[in-house]
Every structure is written in structure tokens, then in C-alpha cells.
């Protein structure tokens, strides 16, 4: 590819190996994460049709050092059969008779891959006409034969380093410096073919911080990016412990830490000894995340999940493996500062689950629309009397064709789906219209209690959505008790205290639900305007046979009476459960042994039994189950 008619060998004299490359270039910006590295790995690529010329120049460049140089002949050209070369560069003769030089440029313009990659364009003679169209066309340079091996060398060096650094550009994270989504896809992509050629195995892991929104609404911006940045380094220092190096190093086989979106991040682990490795990994990054972050003046806790999908095992293709990785980290239990359940490998099952759950989601779309929900009602059975005190209204789903469906099976995807907040609406309205209507029919129950999602607690139309709820029913406050559950007022700041406040106004009652599974801190509960506390079903069903749970109840009980509470206890099934909180002193109580939830025709039913006759009349004890 000499200079027509000169001699191979003078044309380029004075052959020196390139200079290093200067500080920051680096030929392959992926796998080295932005570390220096010899630009003589780069990949050239030799494009000419007189392939005596052509070996001469490839020859010329190992001998100064390019060990990734290849030809390939005009008429040979494809773009599937260039980029499965590789090429960092690709030198280009335009003096082709069985190929057109321009037209190769055009096809490489035309492919996503290739039209990063700069074109050299050698040419017999310096023409302005060719040197324009071949830089119109996408050439980088134009140099004109004979060259001379210094300016070809630096030419060549100059050509890779500005390639070098827009790859690093468009391939790395600004805020954190790591390899973006679009490197992790390109080596994903790698790992991926060398997993299926040598039969080995690898990972994808995906990482998450949990409530990141919520976390990144009260921090701010700034504050946010701060603690990316940490927690990107606290993940590389993980990474390190397990073992499997961290994303510094030039081996193809290392592990790689990405970042996508938010505070989403991505370890490529391509080269495993068996799936149990990546447990091995995701345990040393999640360790590392238990300590508190100091960004902007805060002590930050935050938790984590992590999803791990398996290659080749899992797919062998990288937008299915990226998917199964969120998936399972999705299903990953958070990992509080004491539990470390937030690690989960993708199954078969899981997806299995998700679809489900992805089907369950789109009907309950079209649920509330059709009135396929009812409300049940449990009675609240005061302890001393045995009489019906009030009642709890829970939510069922009349499924078209799964029949009755517990909230287990539907609120925690309604909370995801972020339907709760129209369902709770709805469940508040129905259960204030039918009091309403039990009321015009003489049946006066003392009080209704309404399960409150944390979602709508953030919600400061709460208020509004009670006090209408209340006024379509003609109802006053007092016919109606808030459950709300401690983890949703525990996180919560200013705004749902004042909220609770203005609620409580309304002569609405508060009541503290499942009490005893969260922090259950009774001084904490004192900021909270809480009538009413009720303990977990859990402490219930043991208190009987365990002298520590009924010691415990005891406790708890005599704790919130002293702040003025009322304790009610859920879950009573049996008459030794009733007298253990008979002698706890607790006030009220729910369970089987007195009723379940019944349907609203039915629970009217047993209000006509048990309520009083007549106006001031006695109540009827209820009958236990069984008696
Ligand atoms: P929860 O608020 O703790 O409601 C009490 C649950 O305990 C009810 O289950 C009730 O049927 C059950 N239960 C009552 N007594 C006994 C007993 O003696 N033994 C046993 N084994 N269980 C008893 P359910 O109706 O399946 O509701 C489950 C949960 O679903 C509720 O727990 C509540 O957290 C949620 N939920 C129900 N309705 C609504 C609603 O309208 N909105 C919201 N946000 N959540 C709701
Ligand atoms: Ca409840
Ligand atoms: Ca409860």
C-alpha cells in the first residue's frame, strides 16, 4: 500500500516504535476504567486491495509496536467482517481498484459501531477534490504516500488518543467516574460470548439503595450526588474484599462496578468459579453499606438490595439478564442495619411470581372500575363485658373467577402498583356509607375502624378525603377510627403529624396497628396524637403457653395505660388467650374466638343480636365461637 511505483521500504524510513501515550489517553477506556494503558493494544485494521502493500504497512505497524494489527481486502470488505476485527483505527487506501474507498467510508458512517471508529485515509496524491469528499464522507485524516514513518506514527497516535478520550466520555459516569450503562452493555456483550466459547460462567448483579427517592427528596441534589459518590466508593472497596479485584485493572476477566441511572449500579462479574461466588460478593458490598454515610452534614443509614442473574445459565442474552437481575432485586428483602436477607438470585420461580404479580396488577386496575371489592367486618369486643365494642373494616376482593381473595393477596401489589391510595379512598367511603346505613336501620355501632396505608398517610389530602368521607355519610368524627401502622409514622416527618393533628380535630380516633412488630417505643409514640394501640396478633397466639409473651402483653399494657391509651388485642382465639388479657387488663380485643370478619349483610346480622334493643337497653354478650 506503498506510494504507487515507490519502492516497498522507503517510503517508511526511520521507523520508531510510537511515544507513550500521554497522561490520561487510553486506547481501551472500558476495561481499564479510565487507567492509563500502552496505546500499542489498540486495534488497527488495514483496508487495501493490493495485499503485498498492505502486509508491508501491517508489518510496519508491529514493528512499532501495534500487536492488534489486521488486513483486510477491499473486495473483502463488509461491515459485519470489520467489526468482528475490532478495529480502535482503521486505515484506508483510497487508490482501491476492486473496492470504492468512499463507499467503505459510508457504510462505516452507516453502522452504530463503526462510525466511532476514526478512518485514515491514504491517498497516491493530494488532491483537494478527494481529500474533501474523503473528510465529507467521515475520514479523521488524509495523509498522502510516500509517508513518513514520524509523522505517520504521530498521526497514528493523535487519531487513537482523541478516540480514547471521546470513548472515555461517552463510556463514563460524570458523577462517579465508573463505566456507564453503555460500557456495561459492550462488555456484557463480551462476557457473554467468551461464557458460551469457553463454557464458563459469570454474573450480573444489580444494586440498589432502598427509598432512594424519598431519601434523595429530603437530602436535596447535591447531597444526593454526594452520597452516590460514596456509596460508589464504598462498593469498589467491596468489591476489592471479595477478592475479585476492582475495575482498575486491564483483564477482561476482572469485575467491573457500572452505574446506570439514580442509584442504580451494575457489577459485571464475567468470569466466576461457580454461581456461589456472587453471593460471596454481594455479602462484602452489602457489609460495607451497614455504616452510616456522612454527606452534607447528615448521618445517613441507608439499605440495600441486591439481584443476581447467572450467564449462561439464566439467558444468554444481556437485555434478559439485566431484567432477571432487577427482577430479583426487586423480590430482595431490604437489608436493614440488623437482618441480611437483601440478596436474591433470579429463578425461574421468581419470574414465575412476577408474572403473577404482573397479573394480579393489571386487574386490579379494572377492579375498582367494576366494584369487584367489598368491605368485611370484624367485631371489637370489649374485655370486661364481652359486648360489642365497635368493629375493624376489612377489605375483600370479589375476584371474577378466584372467588374471595384475602388482602394478603392483593394489597402489597395494590401498594406497588400505587393503587392503595384510590383503594383506601374507597374502602374509608364504603365503610362511612354503610355505618351510616346500619345506623338508619336502628343499628348504632359505636365506632368503625379504617385500615390507613402508609402511602395515604404521606398524603396530605387525607384530611380532606376523611372529612368528605365523613360528611356524604352524614357522620360525625367519632363514628370513625384511623388504624395506621408504626413503620408509617415512624419515617414520617412534620407534615403527617399535622396532618394526624387535624384529623384528630375531626373527633376521628388514632389507633396504632400490628404494635410490638416494629420499634414499638412508647415515649415515641407520644409526638403522635394515638388513642389507641393494638397488639400484634404474634404476641397473641403464644401468650398462653409462653410466660414471656403474656409478660411482655402484661407490660406493654400497663406502659400504655400510664400514657393514657387504650390497648386493644388482635387475634384472640382461644378462652385461655382471653383470660391472659383479661388479667393484663387489656380493654378490648379481636379474634376468632368471638368473631371473624363477616360479610356487611352478615356483621348486620350479628349487630342486631348484639347491640341493645332500646336506647340505653343492655348489650348482649357475644357468643365464643365453639360455645
Ligand atoms: P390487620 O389490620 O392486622 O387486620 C387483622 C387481620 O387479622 C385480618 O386479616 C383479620 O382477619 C385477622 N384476624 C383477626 N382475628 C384473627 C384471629 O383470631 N386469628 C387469626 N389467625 N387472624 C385473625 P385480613 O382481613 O386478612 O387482613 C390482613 C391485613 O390486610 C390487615 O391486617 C391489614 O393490614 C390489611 N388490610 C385489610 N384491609 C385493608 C384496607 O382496607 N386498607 C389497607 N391499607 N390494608 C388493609
Ligand atoms: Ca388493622
Ligand atoms: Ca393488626
Known amino acids: 500500500m506503498m506510494g504507487r511505483g515507490a519502492r516497498p521500504g522507503t517510503v517508511v524510513s526511520a521507523v520508531s516504535a510510537p511515544a507513550p501515550a500521554p497522561p490520561g489517553v487510553n486506547a481501551d477506556p472500558l476495561r481499564s476504567g479510565g487507567a492509563e494503558q500502552a496505546p500499542t493494544a489498540a486495534g488497527i485494521v488495514v483496508i487495501d486491495d493490493q495485499s503485498p502493500e498492505a502486509s508491508l504497512l501491517a508489518d510496519f505497524l508491529r514493528g512499532a509496536g501495534y500487536r492488534r494489527v489486521a488486513t483486510l481486502s477491499g473486495c473483502a470488505f463488509t461491515v459485519q467482517a470489520l467489526e468482528e476485527a475490532r478495529p480502535d483505527l482503521v486505515l484506508l487506501d483510497l487508490g482501491m481498484t476492486r473496492a470504492d474507498a468512499f463507499e467503505v467510508l459510508r457504510c462505516m458512517q452507516a453502522d452504530r459501531v463503526l462510525r466511532h471508529v476514526p478512518v485514515i ?16 464522507v467521515g475520514a479523521a485524516d488524509f495523509l498522502v504516500k510516500p509517508l513518513d514513518a514520524g509523522e505517520f506514527a504521530r ?30 452493555l459492550l462488555l456484557l ?23 432512594f427517592d424519598q431519601l434523595g427528596d429530603a437530602l436535596g441534589p447535591a447531597v444526593s450526588d454526594e452520597l452516590l459518590q460514596a456509596v460508589s466508593q464504598r462498593l469498589l472497596a467491596g468489591l476489592r474484599d471479595s477478592g475479585v479485584a476492582g475495575q482498575a485493572s486491564a483483564s477482561s476477566a476482572t469485575a467491573v462496578l457500572t452505574r446506570g441511572s439514580g442509584d442504580e449500579f451494575t457489577v459485571l462479574l464475567p468470569v466466576l468459579e461457580g454461581a456461589d461466588g456472587a453471593a460471596v460478593v454481594a455479602g462484602r458490598m ?53 437482618s441480611s436477607r437483601g440478596f436474591k438470585f433470579y429463578t425461574d420461580e421468581l419470574n414465575a411470581q412476577s408474572l403473577q404479580r404482573l397479573g394480579v396488577e393489571r386487574e386490579l386496575h379494572h377492579a375498582l372500575e367494576r366494584d369487584e371489592f367489598r368491605v368485611y367486618y370484624q367485631a371489637k369486643v370489649d374485655v370486661a363485658s364481652e359486648c360489642l365494642c365497635g368493629a375493624e373494616a376489612l377489605v375483600r376482593w370479589q375476584h371474577p373467577w378466584r372467588g374471595l381473595l384475602d388482602p394478603g393477596e392483593f394489597i402489597a401489589v395494590a401498594e406497588d402498583a400505587g393503587l392503595i391510595v384510590r383503594l ?16 338508619r336501620s336502628g343499628l348504632s355501632i359505636p365506632q368503625v375502624a379504617v385500615n390507613v396505608s402508609s402511602q395515604q398517610l404521606q398524603r396530605a389530602e387525607l384530611y380532606d378525603e376523611v372529612r368528605e368521607a365523613l360528611g356524604a355519610a352524614g357522620l360525625g368524627g367519632s363514628a370513625l377510627c384511623l388504624e395506621l401502622t408504626e413503620s408509617a409514622i415512624i419515617d414520617s416527618g412534620a407534615q403527617v403529624t399535622g396532618t394526624l393533628e387535624a384529623i384528630k380535630r375531626l373527633g376521628v380516633q388514632l389507633s396504632l396497628d400490628d404494635f410490638g412488630t416494629g420499634y414499638s417505643s412508647l415515649t415515641y409514640l407520644r409526638r403522635f396524637p394515638i388513642d ?13 403457653s409462653n410466660a414471656d409473651s403474656s409478660a411482655i402483653a402484661a407490660a406493654i399494657i400497663s406502659m400504655a395505660h400510664a400514657l393514657g391509651l387504650r390497648v386493644v388485642t388482635e387475634g384472640v382465639e382461644t378462652a385461655e388467650q382471653l383470660e391472659v388479657m383479661r388479667d393484663s387488663r387489656a380493654d378490648a380485643l379481636q379474634g376468632y374466638l368471638f368473631a371473624r370478619p363477616l360479610s356487611a349483610d352478615d356483621f348486620g346480622a350479628l349487630l342486631a343480636m348484639a347491640l341493645p334493643k332500646t336506647p340505653g337497653g343492655a348489650a348482649t354478650p357475644l357468643p365464643r365461637a365453639g360455645g
Request: with cysteine.
Open 532 to 544: 389507641e394501640i393494638k397488639i400484634d396478633r404474634s404476641f397473641v397466639s403464644d401468650c398462653d
Open 424 to 439: 383506601g379512598e374507597w374502602v374509608l367511603r364504603e365503610a362511612m356509607r354503610q355505618t351510616a346505613a346500619w345506623q
Open 189 to 211: 456483550d463480551e462476557a457473554l460470548e467468551r461464557a458460551l466459547q469457553c463454557g464458563t460462567v459469570g454474573a450480573v448483579m444489580q444494586f440498589g439503595l432502598d427509598r
Open 121 to 136: 485515509v491514504l491517498a497516491a496524491q493530494d488532491e483537494l477534490a478527494s481529500r474533501l469528499h474523503a473528510f465529507e
Open 286 to 338: 452489602i457489609e460495607r453499606m451497614a455504616a452510616p454515610f456522612a454527606v452534607g452534614g447528615y448521618e445517613v443509614f441507608v439499605s440495600c438490595r441486591v439481584g443476581t442473574a447467572v450467564f449462561p445459565r439464566d439467558s444468554a442474552d444481556k437485555d434478559m439478564l439485566l431484567k432477571q437481575a432487577g427482577l430479583a432485586r426487586h423480590c430482595a428483602g431490604n437489608v436493614g442495619r440488623m
Open 155 to 184: 498521526r497514528l497516535r493523535n487519531a487513537l488518543a482523541a478516540k480514547a478520550y471521546r470513548g472515555q466520555v461517552t463510556h463514563t459516569d460524570p458523577l462517579t467516574g465508573l463505566p456507564n450503562r453503555e460500557s456495561l
